[in-house]
T-cell receptor, first 111, second 114 residues
Framework: SQQGEEDPQALSIQEGENATMNCSYK?????LQWYRQNSGRGLVHLIL?????REKHSGRLRVTLDTSKKSSSLLITASRAADTASYFC???????????FGTGTRLKVLA | NAGVTQTPKFQVLKTGQSMTLQCAQD?????MYWYRQDPGMGLRLIYY???????DKGEVPNGYNVSRLNKREFSLRLESAAPSQTSVYFC?????????????FGEGSRLTVL
């Protein structure tokens, strides 16, 4: 399977805590992106990091990329109950238009 | 501005029946994609179209065909549906050139094959 893997599969934290989720992929990439999915809905783009970048911030989100290990992490700081959702990474294979998704992390933030 | 529109939203088929899922975008994007999502499996790429007139296989193309009718529309056809094709199907478009942009998703089509 080309599909990437994410860990943990599920994460439960208290409001105000930080949430970290990790993604591994299998090929050389153009970029890696993170998406959020609320139950039963389509995916919404959160942040994109290019293959020549190592870290990127957007609001409460921080993404890192280690191309030598083929891995990325997403940190959500000061989490809120509204952050409860599934989070997916998607890696775009170099030289193609193929976006391959990871298996996802289900985040639950308790108020 | 509707973005990415999928039809139908829900469909129930019997084994062996055929159907087509339709996707239309008004974002003027070149690239379009079909994914399926099964519980615990994340999204898996079925087919994609980098531009009008081209289509390519993804991770799980068997049992499906696609047509890129024009720049706006990308359809997914199941010729002989099987229970293993019960899933939620998502269409997406990509905003950049050469796989550099973000994906925009439709709301999904939930298909059940009995």
């Amino acid at each position: 399977s080309q599909q990437g893997e994410e860990d943990p599969q599920a994460l439960s934290i208290q409001e105000g805590e930080n949430a970290t989720m990790n993604c591994s992929y299998k090929t050389s990439i153009n970029n890696l992106q993170w998406y959020r999915q609320n139950s039963g809905r389509g995916l919404v783009h959160l942040i994109l990091i290019r293959s020549n970048e190592r870290e990127k911030h957007s609001g409460r989100l921080r993404v890192t990329l280690d191309t030598s290990k083929k891995s990325s992490s997403l940190l959500i700081t000061a989490s809120r109950a509204a952050d409860t959702a599934s989070y997916f990474c998607a890696a775009c294979t170099s030289g193609t238009y193929k976006y391959i998704f990871g298996t996802g992390t289900r985040l639950k933030v308790l108020a | 501005n509707a973005g990415v529109t999928q039809t139908p939203k829900f469909q129930v088929l019997k084994t062996g029946q055929s159907m087509t899922l339709q996707c239309a975008q008004d974002m003027n994007h070149n690239s379009m994609y079909w994914y399926r999502q099964d519980p615990g499996m994340g999204l898996r790429l079925i087919y994609y179209s980098a531009s009008e007139g081209t289509t390519d296989k993804g991770e799980v193309p068997n049992g499906y065909n696609v047509s890129r009718l024009n720049k706006r529309e990308f359809s997914l056809r199941l010729e002989s549906a099987a229970p293993s094709q019960t899933s939620v199907y998502f269409c997406a478009t990509q905003s950049g050139q050469g796989g550099t942009g973000e994906l925009f998703f439709g709301e999904g089509s939930r298909l059940t094959v009995l």
